[in-house]
């Protein structure tokens, strides 16, 4: 999915875009395919300068490393009573930065905002 969002041009609509993704059960933490979409326009456009398969591996490290920042964090910030969630753990070997995910509730389960890089930033939290 990540590739196929790549591939489209900024701003160009999907399919089931309010559909949710599971990338972790416990907690429950989904994405919908339209922050998915905006994860990969936005980071692949700050990373303009890299070749396409170094940001294809940044995209599908962040994705797929999601469960493992929720479930692992270095940091962790709860924000407007915890219905606000923001994750961060460090990648220092595999990305040389840190991965922040902001989430927030959403009846039972945390839906995924956004998911950023944060160069030579180690969550200290």
Known sequence: MIFQYLELNPGEPIEKYKELLCICFKPE???????????????????KLKSKEEVLYYLYFAVESAESVILNYDSLIKQNIETKYIYSKHFGS???????????????HQEVKSIHFQKNKKATE
Do not use: Q
């Open 29 to 47: 933490v989904y994405i919908s395919r339209r922050a998915l979409k905006h994860f990969v326009e936005s980071r692949s456009r700050e990373m």
């Open 94 to 108: 595999e990305l040389k930065s840190s991965i922040r995910i902001v989430t927030e509730m959403i009846d039972s």
